[in-house]
């Protein structure tokens, strides 16, 4: 049958070409030994002589899997237009990062130009200031004198300021007076809790 399908020589080619396609997707190749004597020149070497293959011109091709790599040859661009779609993505991804922290500063910066969140920094700062000179009052109230009474205003007084700058203010609340008639009406009794 000689190289027909299905005979030994072809068989023979087959088993042959599987082996070399393994060498070259794996990338290692077996060493070349020599075949038979060294020879001189103007001598001809005795018996079979190993072949050195190189590499494939065109890359990893498989002859013998022809449906299989015209399904990677036409799959072929369509990944590369896959990973740059991906890549595409990651830069929206990022620009959308870079959109979300931008919003988040100017919402901060927006937070400083409503007036009674102005009040609550001011009523923190002076809950600083006075809370200081309150503690050391109180430090002295064993010496006698007004240090224990002056101490207690100090320290109560600051803590009605830091109450005043860590709780949310209603929206008509813009300047001192309009804090002043909320304590007042707290006091009172007209103010009512929203919520």
């Known amino acids: 049958m000689g190289c027909q399908p299905?005979?030994?020589?072809?068989?023979?080619?087959?088993?042959?070409?599987?082996t070399v396609v393994g060498y070259f997707k794996s990338g290692k190749w077996p060493q070349a030994g020599g075949g038979g004597a060294a020879s001189s020149p103007g001598t001809a070497q005795q018996g079979p002589?190993?072949?050195?293959?190189t590499g494939f011109p065109g890359g990893a091709w498989d002859p013998l899997n022809i449906p299989g790599e015209v399904a990677r040859a036409l799959t072929a661009?369509?990944?590369?237009?896959?990973?740059?779609?991906?890549?595409?993505e990651g830069v929206m991804r990022a620009l959308g990062g870079i959109a979300a922290d931008f919003n988040a500063i100017v919402k901060d910066i927006e937070w400083l130009f409503v007036p009674n969140h102005w009040i609550r920094i001011g009523a923190?700062?002076?809950g600083v200031v006075i809370l200081i000179p309150g503690l050391i009052q109180l430090s002295k109230a064993g010496q006698g004198g007004t240090g224990l009474p002056v101490g207690i205003f100090l320290v109560t007084l600051a803590a009605i300021l830091f109450f005043i700058a860590f709780h949310n203010l209603p929206d008509d609340v813009k300047d001192i007076q309009g804090l002043l008639r909320l304590i007042s009406d707290g006091i009172r009794g007209g103010?009512?809790?929203?919520g």
Request: proline share 5%.
């Open 77 to 88: 661009p369509l990944s590369g237009a896959v990973s740059t779609a991906t890549g595409i």
């Open 191 to 194: 103010w009512k809790v929203s």
């Open 6 to 18: 299905g005979g030994a020589q072809w068989q023979g080619r087959v088993a042959n070409a599987n």
């Open 49 to 53: 002589q190993p072949a050195v293959l």
């Open 124 to 126: 923190f700062a002076g």
